[in-house]
């Protein structure tokens, strides 16, 4: 059911000379609100999946494109006041790469797969501890990280084997990208049997020219995954740095140092749960990571 027209907004747009930003769903809304923002862009920005009763935001995006390919390609003007964006998904693999005026492809599987660098790993530090980001040095991150890298091999040969699934209709999955990389982690004997298609895998990403590499897992794993993943093992990580600190940190902290390891600036701090370290996770944006799609942003009018 339609509940809006996406020719009226952008006629809205135009007319009142702010663009429109279309994405996939309404959690997107204030993650890209904050990405305009490093952009200086004063957008107007709405959630496709509010506009048309279908699944898949991405699906969305596509319709609300498709209807207003007529006026985009007739007046070219118009592009400078509305960007659809959908997330790359498994779009490249599967070669259903949309044909639309006005679609915007991200770079990675999602807008999720942007917030897992070295430096988001710095900020959690600085949230969850008494560090200040001047006081984490790159063994500290290294040290965090350890506990998400050591995942990170589960996470491939579970995003390969959903990718196959996604790709291939006769293949029996063992998974699939609807469901939560947490039950593979839950599930040694899931986790096992995964782990023994190893060889199976490895030749199907042959065919893409597929590693483990983070960089890979970017475009191939499930943004979610991938957060759940990072988080996972960051708060980890977070949680062993108090005792890291006085026994094996090239300069323990004043406080270790004096013999006061309870007060240690990097001592978690208590009450964080997974679900509100992703949330914060979400609004610190990693300039470096999303450049790309400020340069788009910066296509648009201002």
Same mark, same amino acid.
């Given at each position: 059911?339609?509940?809006?027209?996406?020719?009226?907004?952008?006629?809205d747009?135009?007319?009142?000379?702010?663009?429109? @930003?279309?994405?996939?769903?309404?959690?997107?809304?204030?993650?890209?609100?904050? @990405?305009?923002?490093?952009?200086n862009?004063?957008p107007?920005?709405?959630?496709?999946?509010?506009?048309?009763?279908?699944?898949?935001?991405?699906?969305a995006?596509?319709?609300?494109?498709? =209807?207003? =390919?007529?006026?985009?390609?007739?007046?070219?003007?118009?592009?400078n %006041?509305?960007l659809?964006?959908?997330?790359?998904?498994?779009? %490249?693999?599967?070669?259903?790469?949309?044909?639309l005026?006005?679609?915007?492809?991200?770079?990675? %599987?999602?807008?999720?797969?942007?917030?897992?660098?070295?430096?988001?790993?710095?900020?959690?530090?600085?949230?969850?501890?008494?560090?200040?980001?001047?006081?984490i !040095?790159?063994?500290?991150?290294?040290?965090?990280?350890?506990?998400?890298?050591?995942?990170?091999?589960?996470?491939?040969?579970?995003?390969?084997?959903?990718?196959?699934?996604?790709? !291939?209709?006769?293949?029996?999955?063992? !998974?699939?990208?609807?469901?939560?990389?947490?039950?593979?982690?839950?599930?040694?004997?899931?986790?096992?049997?995964?782990?023994? +298609?190893?060889?199976?895998?490895?030749?199907?990403a042959?065919?893409?020219?597929?590693?483990?590499?983070?960089e890979?897992? +970017?475009?191939?794993?499930?943004?979610?995954?991938?957060?759940?993943? %990072?988080?996972?093992?960051?708060?980890?990580?977070?949680?062993?740095?108090?005792?890291?600190?006085? =026994?094996h940190?090239?300069?323990?902290?004043d406080?270790?140092?004096?013999? +006061?390891?309870?007060?240690?600036?990097?001592?978690?701090?208590?009450?964080?749960?997974?679900?509100?370290?992703?949330?914060?996770?979400?609004?610190?944006?990693d300039?470096?990571?999303?450049?790309?799609?400020?340069?788009?942003?910066? +296509?648009?009018?201002?």
């Amino acid at each position: 059911m339609l509940i809006y027209d996406p020719e009226e907004e952008l006629a809205d747009a135009f007319m009142h000379k702010t663009p429109l @930003i279309v994405v996939e769903g309404v959690d997107d809304v204030p993650i890209y609100y904050r @990405i305009a923002a490093k952009a200086n862009l004063n957008p107007e920005i709405v959630a496709a999946e509010i506009y048309f009763d279908i699944d898949e935001g991405c699906e969305a995006v596509i319709e609300f494109t498709k =209807q207003l =390919q007529h006026q985009l390609t007739s007046n070219a003007e118009l592009l400078n %006041y509305f960007l659809a964006i959908i997330d790359c998904d498994t779009r %490249y693999y599967r070669n259903t790469i949309p044909n639309l005026t006005g679609i915007f492809i991200l770079r990675y %599987y999602s807008i999720e797969s942007h917030f897992v660098t070295r430096n988001h790993t710095k900020e959690l530090i600085r949230l969850l501890t008494n560090a200040p980001s001047a006081k984490i !040095i790159n063994q500290d991150i290294d040290f965090v990280e350890t506990p998400f890298v050591n995942l990170l091999e589960l996470l491939y040969y579970s995003s390969l084997e959903a990718l196959k699934n996604s790709m !291939i209709d006769t293949y029996t999955s063992l !998974i699939g990208f609807s469901e939560s990389i947490i039950r593979v982690i839950n599930d040694s004997q899931l986790k096992d049997l995964i782990l023994l +298609k190893k060889q199976e895998l490895d030749e199907f990403a042959e065919n893409y020219n597929l590693s483990l590499d983070r960089e890979v897992l +970017k475009h191939i794993s499930k943004g979610k995954w991938l957060l759940d993943i %990072y988080v996972k093992g960051i708060v980890k990580g977070i949680k062993s740095l108090q005792t890291y600190c006085g =026994q094996h940190r090239l300069q323990s902290c004043d406080c270790c140092k004096s013999g +006061k390891p309870n007060k240690c600036m990097f001592k978690m701090s208590k009450g964080f749960q997974e679900q509100a370290i992703k949330a914060i996770l979400l609004q610190h944006i990693d300039i470096e990571e999303i450049t790309y799609i400020i340069d788009e942003f910066n +296509k648009l009018a201002q």
